[in-house]
């Protein structure tokens, strides 16, 4: 999100603001157009898995999300670390992106091994899977295994350049990255190809981009070739901050892929088939605040180490207004007209199994949308501990009640286990922030601009629940409704709840959106 800095008019603001809005520009970037390709390549891959199948390339790709869990924290540590060595020299960056990328390659190792090993338990003991897939889907697991190493290691190296404000170069490696996920499966599918030709592929690209990332690291933040770390006190620093963002790193991956386990697990995979058609539809809106958490992060840690935590607090607090203004029609357009999305997008059955979880699912995109701020200013503050303790809470509730509501209500209950979770993230985090940090006192200008906003929000709930009312009897006047209610709440979103400066962030933001990627 582009930050507010109107109530700071120094010049030493200006670069800031100006990079932030840069850096939220081209990670966005590298999400929105993997995620417009999926809107088309996803039904492709669909039609011709099933849902059975297409149940277990969800799992592999919630594995693929989950490995994230076994880098100790050590990701998001090295964007505070590297944005931090910026003002200490160029061989504290190096000996911070050595001790990283070293650490991160040697657990993916162990952690593929016993992804390797485990396999078959997985498949036959733990997941609902029909005894005929047995043999792909084991396959298919063990070629995942060796994706392990390569995706912590491309993790360590894309945290290094977002540490470093490289976003520029983050981009243009994540962006294949994103899109092959899409389009190897809708690609091999079409050949008549099978699940582990699907991870082979994927495989060979993504050995291929974490070679490419390694040079561009090299070129750029290294200043000299690849070597071993020095010593192990750096990897020591880094673990003494990542000690909590560790238990995060294993929690929260773990909590985000639960319902799509258990489901698996408990439903079986042709239900999780019908689940994750309606998971891939909502959160593809969570691209937004990751954009913000991942522009906001190096942004924060810099003026935290600057010892401005009132400037912190401000620019947090102001990119959530933002936030909740952009969040709040998509999901509200996705609760709306949840069937008929899917139907267009999947299929009649997908619509009719699916339709109530995507609007249970859409509630819990605004409100996990919504917690990645408050956890952004936490992790830049210094206090990683306090999601770790969240998540630790969390886990000893989430786990059951996903269990229970699955048995009881099926995906409509995996939904809503995950929308609960989401909602319990954003208080928890909202409640620690302030607790730790205090609280940013607004001006009569930031309150009225709050008011406003939930005026606007008032009448655009109020014209989405006018359409769908009408749904039923006339579509055409439902999209009318539906269109003005969206159009009146852009108009004074933009005149009367955005301010000046962030307005002109805004435009600046956009505009190098649509500009080419160098």
Known sequence: MPSQQNAEPEASSRPTARLVARNSALYFFSLALPALTAVFLVPVTVRGLGPSRFGLLALAWAVAEGSGMF??????????????????????????????????????????ALLFALTPIFVRRVFSIAPELHP??????????????????????????????RFDLSTALRIPSSFASV?????????????????WTLLALRVTLLVISTEAVRRTLLGGRWALP???????????????????????????????????????????????GAAEAATRFLLIPV????????????????????RALRVTRAARRQLAAVMLPLCLALFAFAEPILKIWLGSAYANEAGAALRILSVGVLFGGLAH???????????????????????????????????????????AAWTLRC?????????????????????????????????????????FAGAMWLRAGSWR????????????????????VFSIDERRAWIAMLSRTRAPVR
């Open 71 to 112: 880098d100790f924290g050590l990701g998001r540590a090295t964007v505070r670390f590297v944005a931090d060595a910026t003002t200490k020299g160029r061989e504290r960056i190096r000996q911070v992106i050595l001790a990283s990328l070293w650490s991160q390659l040697l657990a993916g190792a162990v952690a593929g």
């Open 136 to 165: 792909e889907a084991i396959d298919m697991f063990r070629v995942l295994a060796l994706h392990v190493p390569v995706l912590l290691g491309t993790t360590a190296l894309r945290a290094s350049l977002e540490g470093a404000q």
């Open 183 to 199: 389009a190897v499966p809708a690609a091999v599918v079409a050949l008549h190809g099978t699940l582990p030709t699907i991870m």
């Open 230 to 276: 020095t010593g192990f006190g750096t990897l020591r620093e880094m673990l003494g901050y990542s000690g909590w963002v560790a238990v995060s790193a294993a929690l929260g991956p773990a909590l985000g892929s639960l319902d799509r386990f258990v489901v698996g697990s408990v439903v079986g995979v042709a239900a999780l088939g019908y689940y994750t």
């Open 291 to 310: 954009t913000a958490f991942s522009a906001l992060l190096p942004a924060l840690s810099a003026t935290d180490s600057r010892g401005e935590r009132a």
């Open 373 to 415: 701020l408050p956890m952004a200013l936490l992790y830049g503050s210094g206090r990683p501990d306090l999601p770790a303790k969240v998540h630790m809470g969390e886990i000893i509730v989430h786990v059951p009640l996903t269990f229970f509501l699955v048995r009881n209500f099926g995906i409509t209950g995996a939904a």
């Open 423 to 463: 909602a319990a993230d954003l208080t928890l985090y909202e409640w620690a922030s302030r607790r730790a940090l205090g609280s940013y006192q607004p001006d009569k200008a930031e309150w009225s601009r709050a008011i406003r906003l939930s005026l606007a929000a008032a009448w655009l709930a109020a014209a």
């Open 477 to 496: 006047a439902a999209l009318i409704i539906a269109f003005v209610g969206v159009a009146v709440y852009v108009a004074i979103g933009w005149s009367r």
